[in-house]
């Protein structure tokens, strides 16, 4: 004799670990059958190389600070560590399921596959699968005419106001039952202060006290690798996993613009536009994930060393500022971006390693990942788009413009705190004399530098502008233009 199963809809928690104006959310309480909430821990993403567990920590810290609202209304998030499908086909086993709602991910090519995979699989199970964009990034697009203004009516818009109500929401008593069937993944994590704690709640006191008081400094601050850390919204890891939508920032940066910081909010809102854009083209190229943008950077081959992918993944390339700015990154998971760009560009460029090899590394340690930003970042900064200015980065220079007094340097390096300030932004200068004076052996203190960093600037931009000239970059170029390019570009990057 066979049980009738009620029919519920489930609302599949990716990137948008928020309650308020969450699309999937708002259209599934529309609906008169119950609601689950649901978290997958899926082992392929656990394993995947581009991930650590810093972002895991992140994530549960999210979901934590979610169930301490959703116990109002006498329900969790259910979090269970499997692979998307095996969590549906343990479900039918209690419910029928009639609609899954979700956010559009633009994510990497695993998530892309699984996607597919999973739509297949609804359409085999009869579940209606409802994808809504995500913070204004469109799916299916053929080229950007409109776009912008289409994601500024999307940010201007109304946010999706959620009313939870118990009666509409799976209890945590049926929840627990249902946890008898997986295995439970613990989102309990100890605190490492080093790093931000994800949830919405901690999104919005970084937001709050950007608004009130911190912005202040932003343009002045905002290259400079010390003095960022306080000045900059730090909103990046939250926006990311979604513990804020992108609209709730813009609307709140627009309710603190005036004229007193005017240019301050304006910048800080222009690279809110900038991080769509960006996640927009990655949504529309996804290839950029492994291969260059631009198909006449294909033919670029550089010769790999591992020994100098290993001195700069672990901060021991001899130069101070690209040091600090990895052994930083390692231990805390942020970096300002002009550090960022600099650490892509010595590896790149300096180094002459291909990007390929530094993905990984690097989105393992930024708590921000998000690969629509990731990817086209890394071309960009390693001059392979075609389309952007040629920037090889002089540690050097940018050590002397925004590190003057090495504050940076001696937090993140103290082998060289000790030096006169001179020899910490170059201790590769000092003379045998100067070493026994301050007591300092360079290559056993601190190591030597491990490529000629004038000869190797002149060698990568000899070869990368030469490449610019090549027919196939240039019929490249004008591809990704008619492609990418927004029309009114002064729009986008207008600050007011």
């Not at 004008?478 to 990057?493: A, G």
Request: charged letters at 25%; hydrophobic letters at 35%.
């Amino acid at each position: 004799m066979s049980i009738n199963k009620e029919e519920i809809n489930i609302v599949w928690f990716k990137r948008d670990l928020r309650l308020q104006d969450n699309e999937a959310i708002f259209n599934a309480l529309k609906s008169k059958k119950r609601v689950l909430f649901m978290y997958v821990f899926e082992n392929s993403l656990i394993n995947d190389p581009h991930y650590d567990q810093r972002h895991w920590n992140f994530i549960k810290q999210s979901i934590e600070d979610l169930n301490d609202e959703l116990i109002k209304f006498r329900t969790k998030v259910l979090c269970i560590r499997t692979d998307i499908m095996n969590a549906f086909n343990q479900l039918l086993n209690t419910y029928k399921i009639n609609t899954v709602y979700s956010h559009q991910e633009t994510g990497l090519l695993i998530t892309y596959n699984r996607d597919k995979d999973f739509a297949r699989y609804c359409r085999n199970n009869s579940i209606e699968w409802v994808e809504n964009s995500n913070n204004g990034v469109l799916r299916g697009l053929l080229n950007r005419e409109d776009w912008f203004e289409k994601w500024e009516d999307y940010m201007c818009n109304s946010q999706f106001k959620v009313a939870l109500n118990a009666q509409k929401i799976i209890s945590i008593e049926e929840i627990l039952k249902l946890e008898n069937y997986f295995q439970i993944e613990n989102i309990a994590t100890s605190e490492n202060k080093n790093f931000q704690k994800g949830g919405t709640k901690m999104a919005w006191r970084y937001a709050n006290t950007f608004f009130k008081t911190r912005h202040k400094e932003y343009m002045y601050h905002i290259s400079k690798p010390a003095l960022s850390r306080e000045s900059s919204s730090r909103l990046s890891p939250y926006i990311a996993w979604g513990n804020t939508s992108i609209r709730q920032i813009y609307q709140k940066a627009q309710e603190y613009k005036n004229e007193a910081n005017k240019k301050h909010l304006g910048a800080f809102v222009s690279r809110l536009r900038w991080q769509a854009h960006f996640i927009q083209k990655f949504e529309m190229e996804h290839s950029m994930e492994n291969a260059s943008v631009n198909k006449g950077y294909h033919k670029l081959k550089k010769s790999i060393s591992l020994k100098y992918q290993e001195a700069w993944k672990e901060g021991k390339t001899g130069f101070p500022l690209v040091d600090a700015s990895m052994r930083c990154l390692i231990e805390t998971g942020y970096l300002n971006f002009r550090m960022r760009s600099m650490l892509v560009s010595f590896f790149t460029h300096i180094l002459w390693q291909p990007w390929q090899d530094c993905t990984q590394h690097l989105s393992k340690l930024f708590l921000d990942f998000e690969p629509g930003i990731h990817f086209p970042q890394l071309q960009m900064q390693a001059g392979e788009t075609g389309i952007n200015n040629l920037r090889i980065y002089n540690p050097i220079k940018n050590s002397f413009d925004h590190d003057s007094d090495a504050s940076f340097i001696k937090k993140w390096v103290p082998e060289l705190a000790s030096l006169p300030l001179p020899f910490i932004h170059e201790p590769y200068i000092m003379t045998d004399l100067d070493q026994q004076f301050n007591n300092f052996k360079l290559g056993e203190d601190y190591p030597n530098t491990i490529v000629e960093i004038k000869s190797a600037r002149k060698k990568a931009s000899d070869i990368l502008w030469n490449m610019k000239k090549n027919s196939k970059v240039i019929k490249e170029n004008k591809r990704i233009l008619k492609r990418h390019t927004i029309s009114d570009r002064k729009r986008m990057l207008k600050t007011d």
